[in-house]
């Protein structure tokens, strides 16, 4: 992918046109680990709704319900071409949704809600934690993961725009707008967008809303 690291991280942030379709499958591939770890975290059950922030071209969603009879999803995606991709994994169980988590009514409230690699975009933070707090159900569950400050640091197309996360930092703004938090950090044996082997760190965030604020 020929593209320079401005243009990619723009690309990331919100992906459009033909090459945002490409960097969605590139993100597809670069991004099953930790995937795979929020799957596990999230440990959605049959029967429950999930809300899920960003899901990009949708791809993991039908892995993601798979088994789980009667659990319903919504994907909301600011981008209207990564919207338009993912319906080709729509159902009756799994519906995806144009806008913005800050601004797009949300119907819920929801048992659990899903941001892989989204919160490094959310400037101001806090208020769309609270947004997320507000779309889940007493006792529900918020799943966030990201990659670390070092792991994002190193890599040229990650410098505008992005908020990086030591660990503590994430887990204080989920704290501020109201959950009940813990975090693991896991190692990743992945490689970047650009194809280049990179060990990377992701932090996957477990937040309970325990009460209503
Ligand atoms: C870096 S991509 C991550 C895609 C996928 N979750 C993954 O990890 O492979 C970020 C996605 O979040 C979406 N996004 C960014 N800010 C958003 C917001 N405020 N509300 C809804 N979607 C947002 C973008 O359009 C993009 O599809």
Not at 37 to 64: D, M, T
Request: glycine share 10%; with cysteine.
């Amino acid at each position: 992918m020929s593209v320079t690291p401005e243009e990619l991280g723009r690309q990331l942030r919100t992906p459009s046109g033909p090459l945002g379709l490409k960097v969605a499958e590139g993100m597809n591939q670069t991004n099953q680990q930790l995937i795979a770890y929020c799957q596990e975290a999230l440990a959605l059950a049959p029967g429950q709704s999930l809300l899920e922030v960003g899901p990009g071209n949708g791809q993991h969603v039908p892995a993601l319900l798979a088994g789980l009879a009667g659990s319903r999803y919504l994907g909301l995606d600011l981008s209207p071409d990564m919207v338009a991709a993912a319906q080709a994994h729509s159902s009756p169980q799994i519906r995806f949704e144009q806008g913005d988590l800050l601004s797009h009514p949300l119907p819920g409230p929801f048992d659990k809600a899903l941001a892989i690699n989204v919160a490094y975009f959310w400037q101001p933070l806090v208020p769309a934690l609270k947004a997320l707090f507000e779309a889940l159900k007493v006792g529900g569950t918020l799943v966030l993961g990201v990659r670390d400050r070092a792991t994002m640091a190193s890599q040229p197309q990650f410098q505008e725009g992005f908020t990086f996360f030591d660990g503590p930092d994430l887990a204080q703004a989920l704290e501020e707008a109201g959950f009940t938090v813990s975090y693991r950090q896991r190692p990743e044996h992945s490689v970047t967008i650009l194809g280049q082997l990179m060990p990377k760190q992701a932090l996957i965030y477990t937040a309970i809303k325990e009460a209503a604020c």
